[in-house]
């Protein structure tokens, strides 16, 4: 099998914003927001595809 192996999203640890909402159970555009207004911590390693921690995203969930 060629390509990179699939890892579930719910063992991941950097996750997309769309891939963050649907595991925290928020809508796409609260998570987008929060990113862009730097509510939520994030990189975009090699992209300009945000990527959010696990833990990060676990953090921020926390304090809602």
Known sequence: MAGKPFVPVEHRLALTVP???ALCGIPEKV???AV???DLRHFEKGSTTARIRRSDLEDWVALL
Do not use: D, F
Request: proline share 0%.
């Open 19 to 21: 891939e963050a909402a």
């Open 36 to 38: 862009v207004h730097g």
């Open 31 to 33: 998570v987008r927001a």
